[in-house]
T-cell receptor, first 109, second 121 residues
Framework: AQRVTQPEKLLSVFKGAPVELKCNYSYSGSPELFWYVQYSRQRLQLLLRHISRESIKGFTADLNKGETSFHLKKPFAQEEDSAMYYCALPTGGGNKLTFGTGTQLKVEL | DARVTQTPRDKVTEMGQEVTMRCQPILGHNTVFWYRQTMMQGLELLAYFRNRAPLDDSGMPKDRFSAEMPDATLATLKIQPSEPRDSAVYFC???????????????????FGQGTRLTVV
């Protein structure tokens, strides 16, 4: 089955500390993966996609096919990074987006 | 700045009542998704439409949920009768899904509405 797994429901870090939000996927073939972010009571918005190999708000994510992972990283957490983060994978032949269960990131002062 | 619009933002209803949630997708998008967000399950895909035709509604409880897209500017999700376990945030998302020629990849991206927070008491 094609799916993404986010093992942590909650990740709490101190401001200035490094952040790594884990995402593992199950997919036959070459996947296209996304990270979405949801700030408190707001809509989900695209943070980054692996095809673009971009860095948004200091976040990066590298696709590791050997480990089937697409972890989201940031070297120094900021208070405004506190949010829910979802990893997503196109499934159903690319027709739909399947999301992980999400990780709540809490950045403490 | 085009956005997906959902109404109502919040809905409190009594068990057994009908609930209708509405979504206005971004003009020009060919796909509309309905997701349900709960703490336990995260984001679950309920149904989605391509060019207004239902492609997959296997994520929905068929006996009480129905999704329609009467025209290109409106998608609806109905629950009848509603139950307390339906309490959740319901998100609509739209996107333009298309194959990227020669790559084997799809341009699969979803733009989300602000959601309808449903509470069934």
């Amino acid at each position: 089955a094609q799916r993404v797994t986010q093992p942590e429901k909650l990740l709490s870090v101190f401001k200035g500390a490094p952040v790594e939000l884990k995402c593992n996927y199950s997919y036959s073939g070459s996947p296209e993966l996304f990270w979405y972010v949801q700030y408190s009571r707001q809509r989900l918005q695209l943070l980054l996609r692996h095809i673009s190999r971009e860095s948004i708000k200091g976040f990066t994510a590298d696709l590791n096919k050997g480990e089937t992972s697409f972890h989201l990283k940031k070297p120094f957490a900021q208070e405004e990074d506190s949010a829910m983060y979802y990893c997503a994978l196109p499934t159903g032949g690319g027709n739909k987006l399947t999301f992980g269960t999400g990780t709540q990131l809490k950045v403490e002062l | 700045d085009a956005r997906v619009t959902q109404t109502p933002r919040d809905k409190v209803t009594e068990m057994g009542q009908e609930v209708t949630m509405r979504c206005q997708p971004i003009l020009g998008h060919n796909t509309v998704f309905w997701y349900r967000q709960t703490m336990m399950q995260g984001l679950e895909l309920l149904a989605y439409f391509r060019n207004r035709a239902p492609l997959d509604d296997s994520g929905m409880p068929k006996d009480r949920f129905s999704a329609e897209m009467p025209d290109a500017t409106l998608a609806t999700l109905k629950i009848q009768p509603s139950e307390p376990r339906d309490s959740a945030v319901y998100f609509c998302a739209s996107g333009f899904i298309a194959a990227i020629g020669g790559t084997g990849h799809f341009k699969t991206e979803a733009f989300f509405g602000q959601g309808t927070r449903l509470t069934v008491v």
